[in-house]
């Protein structure tokens, strides 16, 4: 599995924002992935954002962005998508997207196996 981000850039608070991240997998595999978004703030540990799972699309967000932010996926793109809202300065990080094979939602980054690359978001106040 192989994500690429992209997307990320300077927003004023309260501003909207949107990240993107493709993904290239074999078929099977794609069936079975949960998809997410981290974030890592200076300082501070990676923090669960949002997660989508590949095949149904259901959804789980972090208590710090539910509400604000909608995680999507675009099945013919083999991308998903972090659409954020309503941001804060607190939400001025470096963005991850990953991924794991299997249904079960986790919040911690170590049971993620794959990541693609971070794209800085700053939001200015």
């Known amino acids: 599995v192989q994500l690429q981000a992209s997307g990320g850039g300077l927003v004023q608070s309260g501003g909207s924002f949107g990240l993107s991240c493709s993904c290239s997998?074999?078929?099977?595999?794609?069936?079975?992935?949960?998809m997410a978004w981290f974030r890592q703030a200076p300082g501070k540990e990676r923090e669960f954002v949002a997660s989508?799972?590949?095949?149904?699309?259901?959804?789980t967000y972090g208590d710090s962005v539910k509400g604000r932010f909608i995680i999507s996926r675009d099945y013919a793109k083999n991308t998903v998508f972090l659409q954020m809202n309503s941001l804060k300065p607190e939400d001025t990080a470096v963005y991850y997207c990953?991924?794991?094979?299997?249904?079960?939602?986790?919040?911690?980054?170590?049971?993620?196996?794959?990541w693609g690359q971070g794209t800085l978001v700053t939001v200015s106040s």
């Open positions: 997998a074999s078929g099977q595999t794609f069936s079975n992935l949960l």
């Open positions: 990953a991924a794991r094979t299997g249904r079960t939602i986790y919040s911690g980054s170590r049971y993620y196996p794959y």
């Open positions: 989508i799972r590949w095949r149904e699309g259901s959804t």
